[in-house]
């Protein structure tokens, strides 16, 4: 049994006790919170979590062997350094820092420590993103050309962090996943309509080896709630819908060419004259493993400290999600710029 310590119970802290507290083999023993209400909430519905105020007293009981960070974004490091000098396994909500040297920082002591640290990129634990990340290493959907997320609502507009960093690290972590790498250049546009210096809209445009394009569009001054990711490939297309009864789509849908892309043309034809083949067949709705994906993200952060090894969304994860962010937030305070991830990787020492 591992005795566990939540610290935060604010909007997305309920979900995560939930389901620390229902996995088999762990027990929440702490929430630390401040708010009187929160732990009124937390004091009703898990009589056997003890509520403190403080995060001292879990560092002071030994029998606390991971802590569960799900504060303000900004504060994730600071915590999880903490608890890493403490000895302790941790699981951080998204983002894992705000900076890629801070991401450095947590993963060199926990590797010294040899100490699990993750991060909460729940929907590398969904269903139809697993089954989206088959599909393509399979080969069935071809050459994959590039691909786009909107991630929209009418609120909660945030204060601390701005739309980018609240709500881009879900789609970040998709795309790294499905296309197996990090992006290597990044251009971003925002505006901030209701607080001076926090953007309410971003567009990302996020450039990927081998030619593969992705953006995003990320909003909380939006009529509709939109959680959607659409994929074009050469052969097939996907639409990942996760408001919708049919979560996942696949379109057997493109345009074939006979001439092979990157061929040299007959001396007599354009490319403007070429016969090209629109094929439109038929769209498969794949049958989707009834799960919860935040209980498979815990389950799978009791697992790797029991086993010792590396969680999906460990530090490699977490690293390249807040380079992609860190790239973004230099393109919105140039102007736009095109921002390589080189100039956001530490350069090493001499």
Wanted: proline share 7%.
């Amino acid at each position: 049994m591992i005795a566990l310590a939540q610290i935060g119970c604010g909007y997305w802290g309920p979900n995560l006790l939930r389901n620390f507290s229902a996995l088999p083999g762990a027990w929440v023993k702490y929430v630390v919170e401040t708010s009187e209400t929160r732990r009124r909430y937390v004091e009703t519905l898990y009589p056997a979590t003890q509520v403190v105020s403080s995060i001292d007293a879990i560092y002071r009981d030994p029998e606390v062997t991971a802590v569960v960070v799900a504060t303000p974004a900004q504060t994730h490091f600071t915590l999880a350094l903490q608890t890493l000098q403490s000895g302790r396994h941790v699981f951080v909500e998204k983002p894992l820092a705000m900076s890629v040297s801070e991401v450095d920082t947590l993963a060199a002591l926990a590797a010294k420590q040899r100490l699990t640290l993750m991060v909460g990129h729940t929907f590398l634990y969904n269903p139809a993103v697993l089954f989206l990340k088959q599909l393509i290493d399979s080969g069935e959907l071809g050459r994959i050309y590039y691909l786009y997320a909107q991630r929209l609502n009418l609120g909660v507009v945030r204060s601390d962090v701005n739309a980018l960093w609240n709500l881009a690290p879900h789609d970040v972590s998709i795309f790294n996943f499905l296309l197996g790498s990090a992006p290597t250049a990044v251009v971003a546009h925002g505006t901030d309509y209701l607080q001076k210096g926090i953007e309410d809209v971003v567009f990302a445009h996020l450039e990927y080896p081998g030619q593969v394009r992705a953006s995003l569009h990320v909003s909380w001054l939006d009529p509709n709630k939109v959680r959607k990711v659409t994929l074009v490939g050469s052969r097939k297309m996907v639409v990942y819908d996760d408001v919708a009864d049919d979560k996942l789509v696949v379109y057997d849908k493109g345009i074939d060419s006979p001439i092979p892309p990157g061929a040299e043309l007959p001396f007599d034809q354009t490319a403007a004259g070429m016969k090209l083949v629109y094929r439109s067949g038929d769209s498969h709705v794949p049958k989707l493993p009834a799960v919860e994906p935040l209980r498979e993200e815990a389950r799978a952060f009791v697992e790797a400290i029991a086993t010792g090894l590396p969680p999906r969304s460990g530090t490699e994860s977490g690293r390249n999600v807040v380079a992609a962010l860190q790239a973004a937030s230099l393109s919105l305070k140039e102007n736009s710029r095109r921002v390589q991830l080189t100039e956001i990787f530490p350069k090493p020492a001499p």
